[in-house]
């Protein structure tokens, strides 16, 4: 069986996805038993890893995933796997008001038409959930919705077992709590805190606009302890930076901050480096953001690729990809 | 009209706004933005259910960005309940990308169409689609409606003279759309192709040759041996056919070159015999408009005398003209030849690229088989066996049946610019004091427009050149470059795709001609469900 050719979507100028690609082939050919390596010659399968969600070329990146995907297809690619760290359009899952695109259908139906046989991302099903209005979402997950609009299988791997590395690695876990900066997030916020053994706090935000907060209300005790932020995606940051003013006011000795999808658009750096509250901001490396640590020292990134890597063997070669939500491998 | 909405994408909003106006109506109100992610944003905020939605977008600059924004608008349309959604895209989107151009390649437009097809669309109207089979590829009704009557009225009341003018296709592939426009205006049309040439390799292989058969001569020595020898040739090959004047318009140094050809194309023959043990190598001729020729065999022979050198002049001539006889009952009575290098005519004794002197002599030769450079002679069963076993690829030559006139004209931009490649540009066609329309459907890269007007103007002697295309797309600065070529008096194209006012402002040679009656007068007559034949028929003098 010859192994998967792996195709990365367009030299970024942002380095760190162009070395995840790398690091994709190199976790292949290091747990590949037969040594194959990439060859070349039959398409047994392609794994299209898409840049994901850079800000300023979304539509570009899609266009290029599409036509990628398309071209093995034309090709007799036997099976085509988009590897899309970050869904793009993920937010647009439903119908807020009177004829609303549902892009992420949309998005669903052009992956499926330009020829894609399997999905693989990441943090899928973080809650987006805009306000507490709607209580009986906050068990329906995104990740249900959205592999919904496939009739392709769609994988969600999840980067906790990453997040746990790092705070085991970093944080002084007796001191610790978990906070989960919207109502959406707790059910993530108590999972981390269930497999570290910690307490956990949730704060309550009104909000009247997306990418805009208004009033927090802190549910839970942080006073004189490490505040741990985790979210799904931080964007302009406001939300980060609010919630970190509010532990602040509420005792927590240090505060640092954990996300999946780090954007950081508009004026999000600015935001980080003016909130004297928050130390440190962790994000994976889904969206490329090495450019922008130089500018903002508060940036960490934490490396998923080795994650994405196993993934990618497992479906290749037909195993099981369950073992990869509660376990990451070693890099 | 009622019950119709026209909603208008970002790309192009004085389009839309034209052709509302003319339908006495106003855009549909649609808020259109990005998230600060980049994720595209739609609202529709008017009702549409039940009514006729028609979606104004053009490329632009930001291709992607105008798609994206156009599924989302149509899905949302979908998803409100419209009757019926129709894509109006007067420059359709990677609509030069309809077939592989390489082992593995895209064949975009079909995605695109696909992803359309899959975002909701009943109806698609465009306008003079790159390549017309792209409608295939929609499983549902496109209108591909012709400029070329609103093109053919504005030359009628605007050029003066336009009725001794001459049509002018700047590539083999584009000869229907030449030719269609000349019989409308009942004109001559004529034809300038150009021939690539590696003048590197080709250099090497004559040398070569000439070495082998020579003995000790050199190259200089040759040269100058059948430029002696030549006159006779050239007056044979006029006296054997007196009925028309001279159809060669030789330069003073062209007849030497036909000898210098020949005469190293035996060795040369005979270093790559086996390209042509090929039974399928008589039919492989890609690289003009000549049909496929049955001659090869006689180039087989030894031509060491006049006689026969004339012949076979004379047999290059018949070829030419047979690509004409396809189109027009009249024959060419002109064939011109010129050099190319980097995209500009130079004069016949001009150093070569590579200072090969030989590989100028071989290029000057009109339609010489034997003067293909090595690969170029391959022909694609042999191409693509090699290319399959081995990492060897004829540089411009693929699969799936590209290797026709349309390909080449998408990729004849490429090697303008490259030194190492000299190419020959042959006109076909009487232009002499003249006004010349060279016609295409889109200006994107200029190179082959300011090549193909300097042949006109600087081989042909044509009085005045119309640059005419539908989609005046000006890729980098080809619109300031045009603007810049003193072969150039106008350029016009339609409004089809958004060309930034700034750059209208410094272009006096520019002309964009209103379409959106044309899109207009389609976008009424589909909502009544009236004919759109009309439209393809030309306005009565």
Known sequence: MASPNITRSREGSDSSFDSDSELFKHEIIKHDPAGLGTSKTPWQQTLAANRSTAPGDINDGLMELLIMINACKTASARRITAVIPNFPYARQDKKDKSRAPITAKLMANMLQTAGCSHVITMDLHASQIQGLSMPQTLHSSKLLIIAGFFNVPVDNLYAEPSYLRWIRDNVDVRKAVIVSPDAGGAKRATSLADRLDLNFALIHKERSRPNEVSKMTLVGNVKDKCAILVDDMADTCGTLAKAANTLREHGASSIVALVTHGIFSGNALKTLNDCDALSRVVATNTVPFSEKRKQCPKLEEIDVSPTLAEACRRTHNGESVSFLFSHAPME | ?541
Not at chain 2, 104 to 112: D, H, K, Q
Not at chain 2, 350 to 373: C, E, N
Not at chain 2, 411 to 416: A, I, K, L, P, V
């Open chain 2, 1 to 541: 009209m009622r019950r119709v909405q026209i909603f208008s994408g970002s790309s192009h909003p004085l389009l839309t706004d034209a052709i509302c106006e003319r339908l006495g109506t106003s855009p549909a109100k649609v808020e259109l933005k990005k998230f600060s992610n980049g994720e595209t944003s739609v609202s529709v905020e008017t009702s549409i259910r039940d009514q006729d939605v028609f979606i104004v977008q053009s490329g632009s600059d930001q291709v992607n960005d105008s798609l994206m924004e156009m599924l989302i608008m149509i899905s949302a349309c979908k998803g409100g309940s419209a009757k019926s959604i129709t894509a109006v895209m007067p420059y359709f989107f990677y609509s030069r990308q309809s077939k592989k151009k390489s082992h593995r390649g895209a064949i975009t437009a079909r995605l695109v169409a696909n992803l359309l097809s899959v975002a909701g669309i009943n109806h698609v109207i465009t306008v003079d689609l790159h390549a017309p089979p792209t409608q295939g590829f929609f499983g549902k009704p496109v209108d591909n409606l012709h400029a070329e009557p609103l093109i053919a009225r504005w030359i009628k009341n605007h050029v003066p003279g336009w009725k001794e003018a001459v049509v002018v296709s700047k590539n083999p592939g584009g000869t229907k759309r030449v030719t269609s426009l000349a019989d409308a205006l009942k004109i001559n049309f004529g034809l300038v192709t150009t021939d690539r040439r590696r003048s590197g390799t080709n250099g090497s292989l004559a040398g070569s040759g000439f070495l082998e058969r020579m003995g000790d001569g050199g190259i200089e020595s040759h040269i100058s041996d059948t430029a002696d020898t030549s006159p006779p040739n050239g007056t044979a090959a006029e006296s054997e056919d007196s009925r028309i004047p001279p159809r060669i318009r030789t330069s003073p140094r062209l007849a030497p070159n036909i000898n210098g050809a020949s005469a190293t194309s035996i060795p040369y023959r005979g270093l790559n015999g086996y390209t042509r043990s090929s039974p399928l190598a008589q039919s492989t001729r890609v690289d003009s408009a000549s049909p496929p020729t049955n001659r090869i065999p006689v180039q087989r022979e030894p031509v060491t005398n006049g006689p026969s050198r004339a012949l076979r002049l004379e047999e290059k001539e018949e070829e030419e003209e047979d690509s004409a006889n396809e189109y027009t009952d009249e024959r060419a009575r002109e064939v011109i030849t010129g050099r190319l290098v980097q995209g500009h005519i130079v004069d016949d004794d001009a150093p070569s690229p590579v200072l090969s002197t030989m590989s100028a002599s071989i290029a000057t030769l009109p339609g010489d088989v034997m003067g293909q450079p090595q690969l170029d002679g391959l022909d694609p069963m042999t191409s693509s066996f090699i290319s399959s076993t081995s990492a060897f690829q004829p540089d411009h030559s693929a699969l799936g049946g590209s290797m026709d006139a349309t390909a080449h004209s998408d990729d004849e931009e490429e090697g303008f610019k490259n030194p190492e490649f000299e190419h020959t540009v042959t006109l076909v066609g009487n232009v002499r004091d003249r006004t010349v329309f060279i016609i295409d459907d889109l200006i994107d890269q200029c190179g082959s427009w300011i090549a193909a007007a300097e042949t006109v103007v600087k081989r042909g002697d044509a009085k005045k050149v119309y640059c005419i295309a539908t989609h005046g797309l000006f890729g980098d600065n080809s619109l300031e470059q045009m603007e810049a070529c003193e072969c150039i008096d106008y350029i016009m194209v339609t409004n089809t795709y958004p060309i930034a006012p700034e750059r209208v402002k410094t272009c006096k040679k520019l002309v964009i001609l209103d379409i959106s009656t044309l899109l207009s007068e389609a976008i009424r007559r589909n909502h009544h469900g009236e004919s759109i034949s009309a439209l393809f028929q030309h306005f009565p003098d």
